[in-house]
Nanobody
């Protein structure tokens, strides 16, 4: 079992920055994939960024490339999402997710690939 706890969500103005954190605990295999997803009211859950342990390969959604950065501190078992140049469209509940096995790069932003989820943290960007 893996437990994930997100933090760092807040309300900011357009153009602002936030850093989300996801503390992981429990049993994590040496091969894993961790990701950030978001879900706005009335919309499907959207993959934002993912990082694969084997090669530290990183995948970003086109909508956040150049603005968001995913990273991890393996000593602290913590996943981060640094967000810059925030827009109102970035407003959503942000979820941390983990998968304790390999998945192909093309699927790393698919919610169905992940079996562990945090409770979410709200990000609100006002214009």
């Amino acid at each position: 079992q893996v437990q994930l706890v997100e933090s760092g969500g807040d309300s900011v103005q357009t153009g602002g920055s936030l850093r989300l954190s996801c503390a992981a605990s429990g049993y994590m295999t040496s091969t894993y994939c961790m990701a950030w997803f978001r879900q706005a009211p009335g919309k499907e859950r959207e993959g934002v960024a993912a990082i694969y342990s084997g090669s530290s390969t990183i995948t970003y959604a086109d909508s956040v490339k150049g603005r968001f950065t995913i990273s991890q501190d393996t000593d602290k078992n913590t996943l981060y999402l640094q967000m810059h140049s925030l827009k109102p469209d970035d407003s959503a509940v942000y979820y941390c997710a983990a998968r304790t096995s390999y998945t192909t790069p093309s699927l790393r932003l698919s919610a169905s690939e992940y079996n562990y989820w945090g409770q979410g943290t709200q990000v609100t960007v006002s214009s």
